[in-house]
T-cell receptor, first 111, second 117 residues
Framework: DAKTTQPTSMDCAEGRAANLPCNHS???????VYWYRQIHSQGPQYIIH???NNETNEMASLIITEDRKSSTLILPHATLRDTAVYYC????????????FGKGNQVVVIP | EAGVAQSPRYKIIEKRQSVAFWCNPI?????LYWYQQILGQGPKLLIQ????????DSQLPKDRFSAERLKGVDSTLKIQPAKLEDSAVYLC???????????????FGNGTRLTVT
């Protein structure tokens, strides 16, 4: 099901912006880009989602390229509590709207 | 608002025994999901309910797994009989959407960790 490609792992510096990349070259016009994260022993936590436009909320910003084939999740000021597995997911709006998780990107914030 | 509640938090059973998990979604949420997460993997959808009707159970091993959502609110997931490979975290999620489901985020509980010995 997974239609996205993410790094397996990455490190980020505490206090700096963390830029998490995701490729979704086969995305179709009515599919959303979703980001979740999962901290050890907890359920996945919703971060943000978008269709075409860039989105921002209290947790993060989502930058989607104009051709929609890739996106970047930006955590503006990474803290140690942002250490988690981050999942980038493409999800349809109608018909097959399954939220299908891949293996994710293990992000470690380093002091 | 209260989050998705799941119980029990942990369960240890022997193979061939039965087990049931309970989920109480966020109040007013129409859609409810059960996911299975095996160690080291991302969660995998088992079943999706819209109110109390099944929308997607294509990945549910129906020979041993069953689920129901009573009165469109709480839900239970049962495994009978359990196998060693059923050891996993079972996650429940809900979302408010009745239409445009793909535009409605899922909110997850913290899951039930099942160990089958």
């Amino acid at each position: 099901d997974a239609k996205t490609t993410q790094p397996t792992s990455m490190d980020c510096a505490e206090g700096r912006a963390a830029n998490l990349p995701c490729n979704h070259s086969t995305i179709s016009g009515n599919e959303y880009v979703y980001w979740y994260r999962q901290i050890h022993s907890q359920g996945p936590q919703y971060i943000i989602h978008g269709l075409k436009n860039n989105e921002t909320n209290e947790m993060a910003s989502l930058i989607i390229t104009e051709d929609r084939k890739s996106s970047t999740l930006i955590l503006p000021h990474a803290t140690l509590r942002d250490t988690a597995v981050y999942y980038c997911i493409v999800r349809g709006n109608y018909g097959n709207n399954r939220l299908a998780f891949g293996k994710g990107n293990q992000v470690v914030v380093i002091p | 608002e209260a989050g998705v509640a799941q119980s029990p938090r942990y369960k240890i059973i022997e193979k061939r025994q039965s087990v049931a998990f309970w989920c109480n979604p966020i109040s007013g949420h129409a859609t409810l999901y059960w996911y299975q997460q095996i160690l080291g993997q991302g969660p995998k959808l088992l079943i999706q309910f819209q109110n109390n009707g099944v929308v997607d159970d294509s990945q549910l091993p129906k020979d041993r797994f069953s689920a129901e959502r009573l009165k469109g609110v709480d839900s239970t997931l049962k495994i009978q009989p359990a196998k060693l490979e059923d050891s996993a975290v079972y996650l429940c999620a809900s979302s408010p959407a009745r239409t445009q489901i793909g535009n409605s985020p899922l909110h997850f509980g913290n899951g039930t960790r099942l160990t089958v010995t």
